[in-house]
């Protein structure tokens, strides 16, 4: 996955009149960024997997186990990359996601 060089490592403070001005309700814009960082989130730990499991092997034991400095260093930079969350609000913020609206039903009661 290809993070972007410009997202911050850290959390910023954010005016909720920013976040809510593509979709008019700061409920939706929260759900959408949400559903983007679970995708995030998802994406980073398949590719984690993928480059850790070339270090594994069936019989390995917690005794056999022995310290793997590429290893190491493949965790080190996932664990310095920002959170989803933060990737997911930097790209809403971007506009660089996409996502539809689905039509709503009437939900108020009709009375004969």
């Known amino acids: 996955m290809e993070i972007k060089k410009n997202t911050p490592n850290n959390t910023i403070t954010r005016k ?41 092997s069936p019989t390995d034991t917690m005794e056999e186990t022995f310290e793997n400095r590429e290893q190491i260093e493949i965790s080190r930079y996932y664990e310095r990359l920002p959170k989803p969350t933060i990737i997911a609000t930097e790209e809403f913020l971007d506009h660089d996601l996409f996502w539809k609206e689905t039509p709503r039903e009437n939900t108020e009661a009709i009375e004969s």
């Open 16 to 56: 909720l009149v920013d976040l809510d001005k593509e979709t008019g309700n700061i409920y939706e814009t929260v759900n959408i960024i949400a559903r983007r960082a679970n995708q995030i989130s998802t994406e980073l730990k398949a590719e984690l997997n993928r480059k850790l499991a070339d270090f594994s």
